[in-house]
């Protein structure tokens, strides 16, 4: 189950978004938030030290809830985090 692992990022595996749980992180003050609802994984980005819902989310991206989107989650995640640095 979810084999994948981000290189850059301490992200869960993917049965622990399968079973519907948020998680939030940052790195150097890159912040997303990873939100699992209706079959797709939403991913929102945003800089700064404030929460999300503070925050000006500066992108979304869904994917399918699935293990090859969760690798495509975590494949997009690394190239935006490498875009800012």
């Known amino acids: 189950m979810g084999?994948?692992?981000s290189e850059i990022f301490d992200?869960?595996?993917f049965y622990y978004y399968s079973c519907g749980n948020v998680f939030t992180g940052s790195l150097n003050k890159f912040n997303y938030k990873i939100i699992?609802?209706?079959?797709e994984l939403t991913?929102?980005?945003?800089?700064?030290?404030?929460?999300?819902?503070?925050?000006e989310?500066?992108?979304?991206?869904?994917?399918p809830l699935d293990e090859n989107g969760?690798?495509?989650?975590?494949?997009?995640?690394?190239?935006?985090?490498?875009k800012q640095i």
């Open 3 to 5: 084999t994948s692992a």
């Open 11 to 13: 992200l869960r595996n």
């Open 36 to 39: 699992p609802k209706d079959n």
């Open 43 to 55: 991913v929102m980005i945003w800089h700064g030290m404030l929460c999300s819902e503070l925050a």
């Open 57 to 63: 989310i500066e992108s979304i991206k869904k994917f």
């Open 70 to 82: 969760f690798d495509n989650m975590i494949q997009w995640l690394e190239t935006e985090y490498k």
